[in-house]
């Protein structure tokens, strides 16, 4: 099932290649790009709300409206100047801000953080900047920004509780091995989920620890938690909470992705001292070195 993060990737690849082939004649209609990244990248996913048709195409229909917002909001920068994937980015964020129709509306915020995050991947070093100061002022400028405050006051607060857990074991020469996740976002992080309702204490952890890795061992104490907002939701705030563990795996060979789990496309063992720092969210970085020196004074 494709999730909206993707939906954005999806949507921001097939506008810029159909900006950049619209004078070679390569494709008759915009939709016929989509398509093709659709079957080309994503033959193994489904969308069953058509969201980022629907966006590709709004956004299609209002390229012109669009484009003249850009270049007030960016004097600086002549339309042509911007690079291909800067300006199909802010096209989508600028869509998604002002124009979304109701089926596909989501918070002025969430859409510029998307943006952003969709920035850097695919943007160059400070594509991320660009997007967020262009599409900051246009927040600022429209009314879409009130509009947002309004909007919030109004959800339901929902808090979710998670559980999470850096992963490690000893080799047979006592060093400490750190296990994390790579997800589909490009980034190191460790496994989370819901606990079951069943199950209780320990027990919920080492579920989703199984369900996420395949592997098995016991829970330790605890490390600390991150609390953050995701409203994505139209109708609500989900305030999700999320208690991290260490765990100590005792078959770290079995690792094993579940071919459900489409959120996580690897799995790997690292050293204590050479964990990829760089590409981990640094809420997530801040545990896991709390999780370190918790380590490194056990040995």
């Known amino acids: 099932m494709i999730n909206r993060h993707t939906a954005r990737q999806i949507i921001a690849q097939s506008l810029f290649f159909f900006d950049l082939s619209k004078e070679r004649n390569i494709f008759e209609k915009p939709k016929e790009f989509y398509q093709y990244i659709l079957e080309n990248f994503y033959s193994e996913e489904n969308e069953e709300d058509n969201f980022s048709l629907k966006v590709f195409e709004g956004i299609i229909k209002k390229q012109s409206v669009i484009d003249e917002i850009i270049v007030k909001a960016a004097p600086s920068w002549p339309l042509e100047k911007i690079s291909p994937v800067d300006r199909n980015i802010l096209r989508m964020g600028i869509y998604e801000v002002l124009f979304s129709e109701e089926d596909t509306k ?39 920004k009130e509009k947002d405050k309004k909007l919030q006051e109004k959800k339901e607060k929902v808090k979710i509780s998670k559980k999470g857990a850096l992963l490690y074991y000893k080799d047979e020469d006592g060093n400490i091995k750190i296990g994390l996740i790579f997800n589909i976002f490009k980034k190191w992080t460790m496994p989370k989920g819901t606990p ?53 795996v005792s078959n770290p060979d079995n690792h094993k992705i579940p071919k459900e789990n489409k959120g996580i496309k690897d799995f790997a063992w690292f050293d204590i001292d050479k964990i990829p720092k760089d590409k981990i969210y640094k809420d997530a970085l801040f545990i896991i070195e709390k999780g370190l020196d918790i380590l490194k004074n056990k040995k």
């Open 106 to 144: 989501v918070p002025p915020r969430v859409a510029i953080n998307e943006a952003i995050e969709i920035a850097k991947t695919y943007g160059s070093k400070n594509s991320y900047k660009f997007i967020s100061g262009v599409l900051g002022t246009i927040y600022e400028e429209s009314g879409a």
């Open 196 to 248: 079951e309702e069943f199950l209780e204490g320990d027990e919920s952890l080492a579920a989703i620890i199984k369900d996420k890795t395949n592997l098995s061992g016991a829970v330790k104490e605890k490390i600390g938690e991150n609390i953050y907002k995701a409203d994505e939701d139209k109708d609500k705030i989900l305030n999700k909470d999320i208690e991290y563990f260490l765990f100590e």
